[in-house]
């Protein structure tokens, strides 16, 4: 399972590090996704980071605000946010994926197992 955590009541322009622990599997064979749910709207893939960290993939709404990285030896997975925005207010998840890399394409929902309950972010205007 994966657990999320990290998330909170902040101003617009503020930060925030979401945090992602793996217990029971080794996430090192697998790609992982930040994801998140918005009120009244549809799951969405914000991110995805490969096995070795080198590959990393973001949606456009979050290019150049959000870093994906990860931690193997922790188990973790990691999302730093700077400068949000009140649309950037939603539930976050994070998955583990079924292969290696970020293929697939990576923002399915059908691409990941292991999701996690969430931890939620509000962004204040």
């Known amino acids: 399972q994966v657990a999320e955590s990290g998330g909170g009541l902040v101003q617009a322009g503020a930060s925030l590090k979401l945090s992602c622990i793996a217990s029971g599997f080794a996430v090192d064979g697998f790609g992982l996704g930040w994801f998140r749910q918005g009120p009244g709207k549809e799951r969405e893939g914000i991110s995805c980071?490969?096995?070795?960290?080198?590959?990393?993939y973001y949606t456009d709404s979050v290019k150049g605000r959000f870093t994906t990285s990860r931690d193997n030896a922790k188990n973790t997975l990691y999302l730093e946010m700077n400068m949000l925005k009140p649309e950037d207010t939603a539930m976050y998840y994070c998955?583990?994926?079924?292969?290696?890399?970020?293929?697939?394409?990576?923002?399915?929902?059908?691409?990941?197992?292991?999701w996690g309950k969430g931890t939620q972010v509000t962004v204040s205007s």
């Open positions: 998955a583990a994926g079924t292969t290696s890399d970020c293929s697939g394409p990576w923002s399915g929902k059908e691409k990941y197992n292991y």
């Open positions: 980071i490969g096995s070795n960290g080198l590959e990393t």
